[in-house]
């Protein structure tokens, strides 16, 4: 066990900043902030009721505009955050940002979900980090 101690709120907040900062960038969407604000509500529904395995293919079936927030805003914040969580295996070979999706999903649900307490953890974290962007979404977006 680390004796380090990560305060996950911090970590939701300053994820949830990276996140819609990367999405305001984003080019060929139509007002990116609000395609962020809707895409992150419709995310957050699915991790609560179903998870956060259904949460990543809710992600990854995107298409046109929320493809793009998608995978240039929210999937790569989410998978790096995996990162910054205490003594998280780091043999556990954490995907890339430029990983496939199909290598995302097989370490999702190889690694994450097998763990209960390490899912729940991510859940739980996931969950802020979603509440928080959609909070800093809709302040930005007037």
Do not use: W
């Not at 419709?42 to 009721?49: C, I, S, Y």
Request: net charge neutral; charged share 25%.
């Amino acid at each position: 066990m680390s004796d380090r101690i990560t305060n996950l709120d911090k970590l939701a907040a300053e994820k949830s900043q990276e996140i819609v900062s990367l999405s305001e960038n984003i080019k060929d969407v139509n007002k990116p902030i609000e395609a962020l604000e809707r895409l992150v509500t419709k995310t957050l529904g699915v991790l609560q009721e179903q998870g956060v395995y259904a949460m990543m293919l809710f992600l990854y079936s995107r298409t046109s505009s929320e493809k793009k927030v998608a995978e240039q805003g929210i999937l790569p914040v989410l998978i790096n955050t995996l990162q910054s969580l205490p003594d998280f295996n780091s043999t556990q070979n954490i995907p890339r940002n430029n990983s496939d999706r199909e290598e995302v999903l097989k370490f999702y649900a190889e690694k994450i979900t097998s763990d209960l307490n390490l899912l729940l953890l991510i859940r739980n974290l996931y969950e802020q980090i979603l509440i928080y962007t959609r909070y800093h979404a809709k302040a930005k977006g007037g």
